[in-house]
């Protein structure tokens, strides 16, 4: 199985910065995309931004000019530095990674895997 780990979440007061971090472990795994979604209270879970193995990007509107992705796909991890935060940035975020992994000859193949959350609160 493939496990992904994240870490960085916390409260933060308005205007100021985390960074989350994003890292796979487990059964031998190659991921080609990695990403970062967000789900608020009461909302749905949206993307927030991607990246690519070959280093292309995607942003969510909302975030456009304040978060910044980056990934190590060597080491099957991602990170999401979030900058200017406002309260409407308070959410879940979820790590999100799809790719190839390989436990043995019955148990391989392309899959998504997405991993526990971790919280980030942005208030005064």
């Known amino acids: 199985q493939v496990q992904l780990v994240e870490s960085g979440g916390g409260a933060v007061q308005p205007g100021g910065s985390l960074r989350l971090s994003c890292v796979a472990s487990?059964?031998?795994?190659?991921?080609?995309?990695m990403g970062w979604f967000r789900q608020a209270p009461g909302k749905q879970r949206e993307l927030v931004a991607y990246?690519?193995?070959?280093?292309?990007?995607n942003y969510a509107e909302s975030v456009k000019g304040r978060f910044a992705i980056s990934g190590d796909f060597a080491k099957n991890a991602v990170y999401l530095q979030m900058n200017s935060l406002t309260p409407e940035d308070t959410a879940a975020y979820y790590c999100?990674?799809?790719?190839?992994?390989?436990?043995?000859?019955?148990?391989?193949?392309?899959?998504?895997?997405w991993g526990q959350g971790t919280l980030v609160t942005v208030s005064s």
């Open positions: 990246i690519t193995e070959d280093g292309s990007t």
């Open positions: 999100k990674a799809n790719g190839n992994y390989y436990e043995d000859m019955y148990n391989q193949g392309y899959i998504e895997v």
């Open positions: 487990g059964s031998i795994f190659s991921a080609n995309v």
